[in-house]
């Protein structure tokens, strides 16, 4: 059952670069799933910190802690974070010595997209949902949907909320969104380089004065200019 089907305006505008999705399944277990598309630098602590809201905010004050379910958060990124080569890493809480399990009550997943490897077994359900959200245009999974059937369920799904106005204006609000954001982060990034290398040239540039050398060899050196050089030996 999913718990959270509306997407807002704001929503989309806030969360450029993520989509959660929690749910419960048949077996009575809290899931929620993140969709990410651009590396944060802090996917490890916020999973952690989400699955421990999930499962804190279960119980309401004297309840008893029997009544706490099974709680799993599931990363699907859209690009490589862990260091391990698999695309699906699964993490328990277990004894660092023994390996011994704790409790499965917390389980963590990361699926790494870009990781999934040209010839994946397509018959193992996670490659094939994996495809589909790789491309679902693609040869793959217009293989993939004559012959399973929840992969054709879901490209039926994804050309009707195509067909649907308010759904498409949405989709174009996120999309537009992510890549003005994007676009925003990776010019503070090139800004960010060239101040990095701009501070390591004046640096160099005083190690330079202090050897003694002329304003202008320096320049040449650096990259800076000469009025720049004259200040810094003022």
């Known amino acids: 059952e999913i718990k959270n089907t509306d997407l807002n305006k704001g929503y989309i505008e806030d969360k450029f670069s993520r989509l959660d999705v929690k749910a419960t399944t048949s077996n009575n277990e809290i899931i929620n799933i993140e969709i990410q598309l651009k590396n944060e630098y802090n996917m490890i602590k916020r999973s952690l910190y989400y699955w421990s809201k999930l499962y804190s905010e279960q119980l309401n004050e004297g309840e008893d ?14 690009f490589k974070y862990l260091k391990t080569r698999m695309f699906h890493s699964v993490y328990r809480m277990k004894e660092i010595h023994t390996n011994e399990e704790l409790s499965d009550i917390e389980e963590i997943h990361f699926i790494e997209i870009p990781k999934l490897e040209d010839g994946s077994d397509e018959k193992d359900m996670l490659v094939a949902w994996i495809e589909f959200l790789k491309n679902p245009e693609s040869e793959k999974v217009r293989s993939l949907e004559m012959s399973v059937d929840e992969i054709r369920e879901a490209k039926d799904e994804l050309i009707k909320m ?3 106005d308010t759904q498409r204006e949405l989709y ?12 925003a982060l990776n010019e503070a990034e090139r800004k960010g380089i060239k101040k990095g290398e701009k501070n390591k040239a ?15 060899s320096i320049a040449k050196s650096t990259g800076l200019d000469l009025c720049e050089v004259e200040k810094l030996m003022n």
Do not use: F, Q, W
């Not at 802690?65 to 859209?78: A, F, V």
């Not at 174009?172 to 676009?183: F, P």
């Not at 004046?202 to 202008?216: P, R």
């Open 65 to 78: 802690y029997s009544l706490l379910k099974r709680t799993i958060c599931i990363n699907i990124l859209n």
């Open 172 to 183: 174009e609000m996120r999309a537009k969104t992510l890549r003005d954001k994007i676009s």
């Open 202 to 216: 004046i640096e160099i540039a005083k190690s330079l004065i202090n050897l003694g050398l002329d304003k202008e």
């Open 162 to 164: 195509s067909n649907d």
